[in-house]
């Protein structure tokens, strides 16, 4: 008997809407699967709010090795109105990404036609470009702490961390990236140089350094406010852009405003040698929990992502169309409760174009 290529892939569907638009991810990675010569085996993790205020577990032992047994993991959403803030997001969300290693954060930037920006005058041809969020260091990695804490001399310092191990390795997947995303073959480092004159001087002489690997690679250079400026003026201008870890988290949520909304952002968190997450970017989203109404393509396009990454190409792309149909066709809006359709019929109307009906 012939025996097809089996993925293992862990899911953890989190909190809030998380568990909803997985179950939709999941059913359209299914029938994807049924149209190709690959298997999935999924394995559910309990992880997230529910759990921590049921047992008090946030990461326990043994999760991080088993889910370093996997091909990859779908994350749905982790963060809980009822714990506080910092405990799921650092203890787990974080903890993960740094315990595997994940140290690209790659986050998207794509208007579908059909699809509004609140950009005036931008349409399709102009949002498309990816952002290479370093994710294991910066502000991110926990160096810190209080003196004096709760007193009038209280000092608070959170320091960033950036070593040249891990700034160069970033750097480095980003021109690679860059090289075989193969569009406008422009990277652009995104700083502050100006202010952060420690951080950013070792990123900008990374950058130029590696630079001269690739030189077919265009390089520019912007500063993070200047960043922001350009996502909104001239977004057409940009291609690849790769930045540290705490300025990755703020442009990728502009970025996910102006490709239409955080019903359609999706990300990677990438170990290129080990095992990757993927994930809607949008959070847990607790006010529309259990109604039905959140949009699951965030968490679709996360699937597409991850099976580009296992080199399931010609699925991802299949993945891909049914989106771009969907948002042309279907969707009145990405916002919950305005898409026109619920979001199992979001992950029907997808499941309807993967099967060309
Ligand atoms: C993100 C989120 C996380 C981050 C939070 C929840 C810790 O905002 O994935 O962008 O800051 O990285
Ligand atoms: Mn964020």
Known sequence: MEHKRT??????????????????????????????????????FDLGGERYLRTGEVLPPGVVEKLNKHDAILLGAIGHPEVKPGILEKGLLLELRFQLDQY??????ILYPGVDTPLKGKDAEDIDFVVVRENTEGLYAGSGGFLRKGTPHEVAIQESINTRFGVERCIRFAFEFCRRRNRR???????????????????????????????????????????????????????????????????TDLGAMIQ?????????????????????????????????????????????????HLGEERAAGRIENAIRKVLLQDLKSLSAGQMGYFTTEVG??????????
């Open 260 to 308: 239409g909304g955080m019903g359609i952002a999706a990300g990677g968190n990438i170990n290129p040698n080990g095992v990757s997450m993927f994930e809607p970017i949008g959070g847990s989203a607790p006010k529309y929990t259990g109604k039905n109404i959140i949009n699951p393509l965030a968490a679709i396009a996360a699937v597409q992502m991850m099976l580009e």
């Open 185 to 251: 073959k422009k990277l652009t480092l995104c700083g502050k140089t100006n202010v952060l004159t420690y951080a950013f001087d070792l990123w900008e002489r990374v950058f130029y350094e590696v630079a001269e690997e690739y030189p077919e690679i265009q390089t520019d250079y912007a500063h993070v406010d200047a960043t922001c400026m350009w996502m909104v003026k001239n977004p057409e201008w940009f291609d690849v852009i790769v930045t540290d870890n705490m300025f990755g988290d703020i442009i």
């Open 348 to 357: 029907d109307l997808v499941g309807k174009y993967i099967k060309g009906v």
């Open 104 to 109: 690209i954060n790659l986050r998207p930037v």
């Open 7 to 44: 993925y293992n892939i862990a899911v953890i569907p989190g909190d809030g809407t998380g568990p909803e638009v997985i179950r939709e991810a999941i059913k359209t990675l299914h029938i994807v699967t049924e149209r190709e010569d690959f298997a999935v085996r999924l394995v559910q």
